[in-house]
T-cell receptor, first 113, second 112 residues
Framework: DTGVSQDPRHKITKRGQNVTFRCDPI?????LYWYRQTLGQGPEFLTY????????KSRLLSDRFSAERPKGSFSTLEIQRTEQGDSAMYLC???????????FGSGTRLTVV | QQPVQSPQAVILREGEDAVINCSSS?????VHWYRQKHGEAPVFLMI?????EQKGHEKISASFNEKKQQSSLYLTASQLSYSGTYFC?????????????FGTGTLLAVQP
């Protein structure tokens, strides 16, 4: 059990470019979550997978954001046509089921210039 | 819908105690508590699933008042390592038990 891994740790991109982040959850955890966190704020929910099914997506999330979890293993989060407001820490977390705490990855810090 | 935490910030001397409160406007299914140090990911401390449940983690414990839709985190005999930002996370009934909604956060600084 190596914990939740996220890649890359840091990403600097120009406005308008597309970016993709990867998350590898703990292998026996079937629930995977993406959150976004800005400085001084708590993590904000983006989307949730149970195995390969994306069961919930935040209404705050624009159509520029998409996430996948093929085969119920790793997950990717893509942001198209990035904007400066997308700059944030993107956190991935997993857990085996409800009733358990989340294990967070170290996050991907996105800076849009 | 975001749970409200109080206080927003607290400064302690080593060995002092602190209480952090988390209040929700919606009925609670569970409450989680996490600690996040600067530049790091949140770390899970404990989960409370039943009304009135209390749990402990070293000198950190928590209570859950389901009726009042509140939870409190108790830090006793604080250590320097307790410094960080504490977040509660809430899960709710009515189909919303699949995700945490994180609170506003409480910054805790423990000084020697």
């Amino acid at each position: 059990d190596t914990g939740v891994s996220q890649d890359p740790r840091h990403k600097i991109t120009k406005r308008g470019q597309n970016v993709t982040f990867r998350c590898d959850p703990i292998s026996e955890h079937n629930r995977l979550y993406w959150y976004r966190q800005t400085l001084g704020q708590g993590p904000e929910f983006l989307t949730y997978f149970q195995n390969e099914a994306q069961l919930e997506k935040s209404r705050l999330l624009s159509d520029r954001f998409s996430a996948e979890r093929p085969k119920g293993s790793f997950s990717t989060l893509e942001i198209q046509r990035t904007e400066q407001g997308d700059s944030a820490m993107y956190l991935c977390a997993s857990r085996p089921t409800t009733g358990f705490g989340y294990t967070f990855g170290s996050g991907t810090r996105l800076t849009v210039v | 819908q975001q749970p409200v935490q109080s206080p927003q910030a607290v400064i302690l001397r080593e060995g002092e105690d602190a209480v952090i409160n988390c209040s929700s406007s919606k009925a609670l299914y569970s409450v989680h508590w996490y600690r996040q140090k600067h530049g790091e990911a949140p770390v899970f401390l404990m989960i409370l699933l039943k009304g009135g449940e209390q749990k402990g983690h070293e000198k950190i414990s928590a209570s859950f008042n389901e009726k009042k839709q509140q939870s409190s985190l108790y830090l006793t005999a604080s250590q320097l390592s307790y410094s960080g930002t504490y977040f509660c996370g809430t899960e709710h009934y009515g189909g919303a038990t699949n995700k945490l909604i994180f609170g506003t956060g409480t910054l805790l600084a423990v000084q020697p």
